[in-house]
């Protein structure tokens, strides 16, 4: 899963939540469909917004549950239950432009001799399958009505811009190709969404989206490649850090603007997309002026990440806040005996906390819980779903969510795209977003 867009449970409603898993399945099962097992490892976040803008963009009668979604059968991914996954030529698209961008990320790769494509067999495998990809992706792009050459030209240019770059030029000459893939990518949803007035801004997002990719991938990898020798954009033009930083935060600020002049007929998942994670991902490698790039791993008993607006807290299944310690046991107080005896406020509660007087839960001897542990693995039961424990049988959420396995920070926060008023909250769906906008507006 390769993307700068990685928003998590924390900042989208279930209704969003359930709308990004949908892309995000379609796309995998599209690139099953038309191109094979193999070509579902080009699944990205990047390429499932192609998907996300053509369905934003139709009718709403397009999208429930009617010509928009299926139902896929179980995945391992999602602890083998089905789901309502996006379908149609958004998906097909998406599938097309992820699976020409792939064969364009591994064909760097081996020019590069990066790790295991130094080898000569594993080059010559790589070779071969982006061949076939590029003949695949041209093929399922075509019956949509895209041309996946301007992808393909636009990585030919890529190459020869980076080898004739002057000494001194600036960084934009590098990035220009990616965003010419990616605003004709922006702009053919509005073709597929039968909204032509929405092809100049799409496109104008679309670059913006590309620069912003192709930036913020330079500064990731700056030390790296600098550790190892690499051709990098920001070294070879000479461009600081702080230019960086300042040229991807204008690119967040011109998605924004070009979004305004985007005609949706659901606005919600799009804007949080691209107007808001796009800057947690500038915030991500750059950090955040001013403020921590990340509430993880807070002091204890400080708001969680996805904390509840307005002061409230996350409550258990007992009524106890899982955020917080609990409170210290005073000399006098005494827990209380016996089965079914009423548990008083000051003896911690939650999941995992068996009280006094209960009988323990079942347990597997260790053939039967590995038993048990090696198929919930297997199944992703571990990581990602809530779970009855291998061993003791207890109830627990699933490894992600028990470590707050995401870069989480407050929902809105600010809001600056949109302005720090009711505005906010009926432009950008952050009430939608994360059930209750703490940005200052009147929701």
């Given at each position: 899963?390769?993307?700068?867009?990685?928003?998590?449970?924390?900042r989208l409603s279930e209704r969003l939540q359930a709308s990004w898993m949908a892309h995000l399945c379609g796309l995998c099962?599209?690139?099953?469909?038309?191109?094979?097992?193999?070509?579902?490892?080009?699944?990205?976040?990047?390429?499932?917004?192609?998907?996300?803008?053509?369905?934003?963009?139709?009718?709403?009668?397009?999208?429930?549950?009617?010509?928009?979604?299926?139902?896929?059968?179980?995945?391992?991914?999602?602890?083998?239950?089905?789901?309502?996954?996006?379908?149609?030529?958004?998906?097909?698209?998406?599938?097309?432009?992820?699976?020409?961008?792939?064969?364009?990320?591994?064909?760097?790769?081996?020019?590069?001799?990066?790790?295991?494509?130094?080898?000569?067999?594993?080059?010559?495998?790589?070779?071969?399958?982006?061949?076939?990809?590029?003949?695949?992706s041209a093929g399922s792009a075509s019956v949509v009505g895209f041309d996946t050459s301007v992808l393909l030209d636009a990585?030919?240019?890529?190459?020869?811009?980076?080898?004739?770059?002057?000494?001194?030029?600036?960084?934009?000459?590098?990035?220009?190709?990616?965003?010419?893939?990616?605003?004709?990518?922006?702009?053919?949803?509005?073709?597929?969404?039968?909204?032509?007035?929405?092809?100049?801004?799409?496109?104008?997002?679309?670059?913006?989206?590309?620069?912003?990719?192709?930036?913020?991938?330079?500064?990731?990898?700056?030390?790296?490649?600098?550790?190892?020798?690499?051709?990098?954009?920001?070294?070879?033009?000479?461009?600081?850090?702080?230019?960086?930083?300042?040229?991807?935060?204008?690119?967040?600020?011109?998605?924004?603007?070009?979004?305004?002049?985007?005609?949706?007929?659901?606005?919600?998942?799009?804007?949080?997309?691209?107007?808001?994670?796009?800057?947690?991902?500038?915030?991500?490698?750059?950090?955040?002026?001013?403020?921590?790039?990340?509430?993880?791993?807070?002091?204890?008993?400080?708001?969680?990440?996805?904390?509840?607006?307005?002061?409230?807290?996350?409550?258990?299944?007992?009524?106890?806040?899982?955020?917080?310690?609990?409170?210290?046991?005073?000399?006098?107080?005494?827990?209380?005996?016996?089965?079914?005896?009423?548990?008083?406020?000051?003896?911690?509660?939650?999941?995992?906390?068996?009280?006094?007087?209960?009988?323990?839960?079942?347990?597997?001897?260790?053939?039967?819980?590995?038993?048990a542990w090696a198929l919930m693995g297997c199944t992703c039961q571990l990581l990602c779903c809530e779970h009855n424990h291998?061993?003791?049988?207890?109830?627990?959420?699933?490894?992600?969510?028990?470590?707050?396995?995401?870069?989480?920070?407050?929902?809105?926060?600010?809001?600056?795209?949109?302005?720090?008023?009711?505005?906010?909250?009926?432009?950008?769906?952050?009430?939608?977003?994360?059930?209750?906008?703490?940005?200052?507006?009147?929701?």
């Open positions: 899963m390769f993307g700068i867009i990685r928003p998590c449970r924390h099962l599209a690139l099953r469909d038309d191109h094979g097992q193999l070509a579902r490892t080009a699944t990205n976040y990047d390429g499932l917004i192609i998907s996300v803008l053509v369905e934003a963009q139709a009718d709403a009668g397009h999208t429930a549950d009617g010509a928009g979604r299926r139902t896929a059968g179980p995945c391992p991914l999602r602890g083998m239950r089905t789901a309502s996954v996006a379908r149609g030529e958004g998906a097909r698209l998406a599938a097309a432009v992820s699976l020409a961008l792939a064969s364009v990320k591994i064909r760097d790769h081996v020019e590069d001799q990066d790790g295991v494509f130094a080898r000569r067999p594993v080059a010559v495998g790589a070779r071969a399958v982006t061949r076939r990809w590029d003949r695949k990585a030919a240019r890529q190459g020869e811009l980076e080898r004739e770059l002057p000494a001194g030029g600036s960084v934009l000459l590098v990035t220009e190709p990616t965003e010419t893939a990616t605003a004709a990518a922006f702009a053919h949803t509005a073709v597929l969404a039968g909204r032509p007035g929405n092809e100049a801004p799409l496109a104008e997002a679309g670059r913006l989206f590309g620069r912003l990719a192709h930036l913020l991938d330079a500064a990731e990898d700056q030390e790296a490649d600098a550790a190892s020798g690499a051709w990098n954009p920001l070294d070879a033009t000479g461009t600081e850090r702080a230019e960086a930083e300042r040229l991807c935060r204008d690119a967040v600020h011109g998605i924004r603007l070009a979004l305004r002049d985007v005609e949706l007929a659901d606005r919600a998942l799009v804007h949080i997309l691209l107007a808001h994670e796009t800057e947690r991902a500038v915030e991500r490698v750059f950090g955040r002026p001013g403020h921590a790039a990340c509430r993880v791993g807070h002091e204890p008993g400080a708001p969680s990440a996805g904390h509840p607006p307005h002061g409230q807290a996350h409550q258990g299944p007992t009524g106890s806040n899982p955020y917080q310690a609990p409170p210290r046991h005073e000399p006098d107080r005494t827990p209380p005996q016996g089965p079914g005896a009423p548990v008083p406020p000051w003896v911690p509660q939650g999941p995992g906390f068996t009280p006094p007087g209960a009988p323990p839960p079942n347990r597997r001897n260790l053939l039967a819980g590995c038993a291998p061993f003791t049988g207890e109830r627990r959420e699933g490894f992600c969510a028990r470590n707050e396995c995401c870069d989480c920070g407050d929902c809105c926060d600010g809001c600056q795209c949109c302005g720090e008023n009711a505005q906010c909250c009926n432009d950008c769906g952050c009430c939608d977003g994360c059930d209750g906008c703490d940005c200052g507006c009147d929701c």
